[in-house]
């Protein structure tokens, strides 16, 4: 894997802060930050292309109190938790891909070296997009490795939409058919809507589970913290997915395409916050975010306060609760 991969454009704000960087500069434990700015396949909203240096830009918005605070602590008026941010954060912003617009499977090759490399270097890879079909390299860049990892995918369905010369396929094909111990299996969470009875399946056969928005709102996000905690004991660490299609698109409109009744950004917080398995994330991927979709900016504040929230080990020591 070289550079000559990433379009490391100066111009561009990093995330949360982080310094730019290269390749030959990611270490070990390292929160490693790049972009997939790749469009949504017709006829699917277009707008996914700019989700990358969207988030970036309000990653910092969301980072700002703690930036401004003489001793880098914040107080959560409505829970108490008081938070300081670490002197110690090793992060590090490594750019765009510099792939097509349009995904295609040589792109798909390209997410998958670079995260291989990433995760081989002992870093934490975070993906920002970009359509969701970016995923797939992501998990592929993982399955080699030995450690055992699970999957939690925030998704409103169990596909994943066509692309460049592929067809849709099932969440539950990118893990093959290979021994039970060689897989990731995978937790769904806020699926909404009629699903294809070959992704049930499929799923199902690699011993995957699913939370519904439907369980959320008719029984609370205790019905969503639960599954996502027994899940991520079982395992060494976990990948997480966030398709911001997931939400309901009354409240983050910037996505590709509409979801009505799905989970809303309050449900979500809440769930990462209480589930705070951040200890345990090895690689995250936040895609669908569509800016030019919502002139209120919603999606793109949600996405980065998503990855934060994800991080918070990383980024953060705990004062209070």
Wanted: charged content about 20%; proline content about 5%; glycine content about 10%.
């Amino acid at each position: 894997m070289t550079t000559s991969g990433l379009n490391l454009a100066r111009g561009v704000p990093a995330f949360a802060g982080f310094p730019t960087a290269e390749l030959a500069d990611i270490i070990s434990s390292a929160v490693t930050i790049f972009g997939v700015p790749t469009q949504s396949e017709p006829p699917k909203r277009p707008g996914c292309v700019s989700g990358p240096l969207a988030i970036r830009e309000a990653s910092l918005e969301v980072m700002r109190c703690y930036f401004e605070s003489p001793s880098r602590t914040v107080v959560n008026i409505k829970t108490g938790r008081k938070t300081r941010l670490r002197e110690d954060i090793v992060g590090l912003d490594i750019g765009d891909l510099a792939i097509p617009e349009q995904l295609s499977k040589s792109a798909l090759d390209t997410i998958a070296g670079l995260v291989k490399f990433i995760v081989n270097r002992g870093a934490i890879p975070v993906l920002l997009g970009g359509d969701s079909r970016t995923v797939e390299g992501m998990i592929r860049g993982f399955l080699k490795d030995r450690m055992k990892t699970g999957i939690i995918i925030f998704t409103k369905k169990l596909t994943l939409s066509p692309m460049q010369g592929m067809g849709e396929i099932a969440l539950s094909s990118l893990l093959g058919r290979a021994n039970q111990q060689d897989q990731c299996p995978m937790l769904c969470v806020g699926i909404n809507g009629l699903q294809p009875k070959a992704a049930w399946l499929g799923l199902k056969n690699i011993g995957g589970s699913v939370v519904t928005a439907d369980s959320i709102y008719d029984n609370g996000i205790k019905s969503a913290i639960d599954p996502i905690k027994a899940f991520a004991n079982n395992y060494d660490r976990v990948i997480y997915c966030i398709d911001f299609e997931v939400l309901d698109s009354g409240f983050a409109a910037g996505t590709p395409s509409i979801n009505v009744g799905g989970i809303t950004p309050e449900q979500m917080a809440e769930i990462l916050l209480e589930t705070n398995v951040s200890n345990k994330v090895a690689g995250i991927a936040v895609t669908n975010v569509a800016p030019s979709l919502d002139k209120r900016g919603h999606t793109e504040y949600i996405a980065a306060e998503t990855v934060v929230a994800l991080l918070t080990d990383h980024l953060f020591n705990e004062l209070s609760k």
